[in-house]
């Protein structure tokens, strides 16, 4: 399969498939904090820094250990080009289950400048807490 892009509406039914789906935010930490799908999982493709955003080194290595593939990864960023980045990443390293969430968290326009609802918009549901193993700081620590 290569990388599908999906409506936040039909990636949430992935999701609740029952068929192993799991949602990949790789928006930054702070975006995460601020609320996510809920029960996503942050590796951030990028990092904010003082001059815009960086590409993260340790993006590939921490996916592959917590997420390795053949995992299938809902991917989802702000408004969608982070997310179809990281798809293309993941699919570069054999990842073959990807599905790119449209309009990502936030909703973005497409080139006619019309709205395409993001996760917030389609109602779906939105977390701000999560179990520790599922946050960047402690899935970038190394497994034991």
């Known amino acids: ?3 599908q892009n999906k409506r936040p509406a039909d990636a949430k039914a992935l999701l609740d498939s029952n068929a192993g789906w799991r949602y990949l935010d790789v928006r930054s930490v702070e975006e995460f904090d ?3 799908p809920a029960g996503a999982w942050n590796v951030p493709i990028f990092h904010r820094g003082p001059s815009g955003m960086m590409p993260n080194p340790e993006f590939e290595k921490v996916v592959q250990r917590v997420l390795p593939s053949p ?4 991917v989802g960023c702000g408004s969608g080009p ?4 990281a798809c293309e ?3 570069a390293v054999g990842y073959t289950d990807l599905v790119n969430v449209e309009g990502g968290f936030n909703g973005a326009r497409d080139e006619m400048g019309r709205a395409i609802p993001g996760w917030v918009a389609a109602g779906l549901p939105v977390e701000k ?3 520790p193993e599922r946050t960047y700081a402690q899935l970038l ?3 034991k």
């Open 82 to 85: 982070r997310s179809l980045r």
């Open 71 to 74: 995992s299938k990864l809902v």
């Open 1 to 3: 399969m290569t990388t």
């Open 34 to 36: 601020a609320g996510h």
């Open 89 to 91: 990443v993941l699919a």
């Open 141 to 143: 620590k190394p497994a």
């Open 129 to 131: 807490a999560s179990p």
